[in-house]
Nanobody, 113 residues
Framework: VQLQASGGGLVQTGGPLRLSCVAS????????MAWYRQVPGNQRELVATMTTSGSGYADSVKGRWIISRDYAKNTVLLEMDNLKPEDTAVYYC?????????WGQGTLVTVSS
């Protein structure tokens, strides 16, 4: 399984950005899809998840961001709005296929103040 993330970049405070992650390869069945982020020196942090039970968000992004999934295209999107400088990080998409975890390569989001 390969994950291709895209959509990162430089945005001003308060602006929007959309991240996309496409899963390809031997996908027998994707269970969970999610987005994590990591700031150098810190642990990777879960920001949004989409499971068969629904979606969930970290408190820091709740109300500002929306995760969605296109089942037919094996794609997970993260619509980020009202971005803040503290959202600056490398964002990683994650999928669970069966009982195996897969990670994308990371896409950098930089929010300028």
């Amino acid at each position: 399984v390969q994950l291709q993330a895209s959509g990162g970049g430089l945005v001003q405070t308060g602006g929007p950005l959309r991240l996309s992650c496409v899963a390809s390869g031997r996908i027998l069945g994707i269970n969970d899809m999610a987005w994590y982020r990591q700031v150098p020196g810190n642990q990777r942090e879960l920001v949004a998840t989409m499971t068969t039970s629904g979606s969930g968000y970290a408190d820091s992004v709740k109300g500002r961001w929306i995760i969605s999934r296109d089942y037919a295209k094996n794609t997970v999107l993260l619509e980020m709005d009202n971005l803040k400088p503290e959202d600056t990080a490398v964002y990683y998409c994650y999928v669970m296929v069966g009982v195996t975890n897969y990670w994308g390569q990371g896409t950098l989001v930089t929010v300028s103040s």
